[in-house]
């Protein structure tokens, strides 16, 4: 199994809800991302969790609240999101080989979100 | 930091060989990763080097000087499928985990 999950794949959100973003791997990867990306631009990494713990907060704003409740899944809790934040959000995980050695990402399909 | 330079559009024929090169300046390197990725689709892993030189895969060779701080990507045979935006990643020593992303190519192969 080689594939990363995403749900939903689509999300149309209003500034005061509360949704969350779900990401799943099987591939006994220990390092999971969360990635942003807006039309004609390339993926910005948002977080980083290894062995289940956060090791990059790219300075998000604190209305994107990751969570790993294991090491198989990897949520994004939205909260007051502004029409600005809408965007692919992408999850993507790897062995996390440590500093020294290439760790290769395998990206889900990511959840089109739309923020009204 | 991180910068890295790729071409922003490139075109080429279907049956042609294309090369997309990249150039880049890190703190520290521990690998250079090429992604393909279709329009409103996630990116797709290609290859990866770590040392000099050229690791072929298929249609898809990917060459490293580190020494230059260059890499390129070279499609052959192109397919109308291959139309896509080619990212180049490249991950430093420090931050294990982070990878930057060029701003990638586009790529349009007409027939």
């Known amino acids: 199994d080689t594939e990363v999950t995403q749900t939903p794949k689509h999300l149309v959100m209003g500034m005061t809800n509360k949704k969350s973003l779900k990401c799943e791997q099987h591939?006994?990867?220990?390092?999971m991302y969360w990635y942003k990306q807006k039309a004609k631009k390339p993926p910005e990494l948002m977080f980083v969790?290894?062995?289940?713990?956060?090791?990059i907060n790219e300075s998000v704003p604190s209305r994107f609240s990751p969570e790993c409740p294991n090491s198989s899944l990897l949520n994004l809790h939205l909260h007051a999101l502004q029409p600005e934040d809408s965007a692919l959000y992408l999850c993507?995980?790897?062995?996390?080989?440590?500093?020294?050695?290439?760790?290769?990402?395998?990206f889900g399909p990511g959840t089109r979100l739309t923020v009204l | 930091g991180q910068n890295i330079d790729q071409p922003t559009e490139m075109t080429a024929t279907e049956g042609a060989i294309v090369q997309i090169n990249c150039t880049y300046q890190?703190?520290?390197?521990?690998?250079l990763f090429w992604y393909q990725q279709h329009a409103g689709e996630a990116p797709t892993f290609l290859s990866y080097?770590?040392?000099?030189g050229l690791e072929e895969k298929g249609r898809f060779s990917s060459f490293l000087s580190r020494s230059k701080g260059y890499s390129y990507l070279l499609l052959k045979e192109l397919q109308m499928k291959d139309s896509a935006s080619y990212l180049c990643?490249?991950?430093?020593?420090?931050?294990?985990?982070?990878?930057?992303f060029g701003d990638g190519t586009t790529l349009t192969v007409k027939p």
């Open positions: 993507a995980s790897s062995q996390e080989r440590g500093a020294g050695l290439p760790d290769t990402q395998y």
């Open positions: 591939m006994g990867h220990r390092a």
């Open positions: 969790y290894s062995y289940e713990k956060l090791s």
């Open positions: 890190t703190s520290g390197f521990n690998g």
């Open positions: 080097n770590v040392l000099d």
């Open positions: 990643a490249v991950r430093g020593s420090t931050n294990a985990g982070k990878s930057t």
